[in-house]
């Protein structure tokens, strides 16, 4: 017996709002940047310096399992990448980025992040970006036309999605833990070489 999941497609602005909350106050002194590797992270421990104004009052403030889209070129990210606070309660952000959070009950948080990392959203950013346009290594992207034409794939029940991303979460940290485990390999490898 077979169970079907109907799937449906929608718009990025129909589960997600743009979120242009400001700094102001000083709410928080950890300047934010994205790896595309890693995530939001640290600004110092990336670059190993804060290359943020000294000043932030002007910074977006980003609250933990919020999103922020990072449209300049990295290694593998040709587009760009979206990536949600996972580490730190809140941050700040350039206003260059693309913040946003969840609004609807349709979605799942763990999912739209696992699905945001399947790249799969690139073929409606290459629709939306001004043709040849990058200003200083930023892609031109409307931010109108990204919330109203990035298109989620995505099942229709909760459950389903909720599955879907402790699946595939799952088999990231069972990667990982190889990829250590690889790693130290290598190094006892090295070491018995060094001693023979």
């Not at 999941?5 to 929608?10: H, T």
Request: charged letters at 25%; proline letters at 1%.
């Amino acid at each position: 017996m077979s169970v079907t999941v109907s799937w449906e497609q929608r718009k990025l602005g129909e589960l997600c709002e743009r979120i242009t909350r400001k700094n102001k106050n000083g709410e928080s002194d950890l300047p934010l940047t994205i790896a595309s590797q890693y995530g939001l992270i640290d600004q110092r421990d990336f670059f190993n310096k804060v290359v943020a104004a000294k000043d932030m009052s002007n910074y977006y403030l980003l609250k933990k399992g919020e999103f922020a889209y990072n449209k300049s070129y990295s290694n593998g990210y040709d587009y760009g990448s979206i990536k949600r606070l996972n580490a730190y309660e809140q941050g700040c952000l350039s206003t260059l980025y693309i913040c946003f959070g969840i609004t609807s009950d349709d979605i799942e948080s763990d999912y739209l992040e696992c699905f945001f990392d399947t790249l799969k959203w690139y073929s409606d950013i290459t629709m939306i970006c001004a043709e040849g346009a990058r200003n200083h290594g930023l892609l031109n992207v409307d931010t109108k036309a990204f919330f109203d034409e990035v298109t989620i794939e995505m099942p229709s029940s909760m459950e389903e999605q909720k599955k879907i991303s402790a699946y595939l979460n799952n088999l990231d940290n069972l990667i990982t833990l190889h990829q250590r485990k690889s790693d130290k390999q290598k190094i006892i490898h090295i070491y018995k070489n060094t001693f023979i």
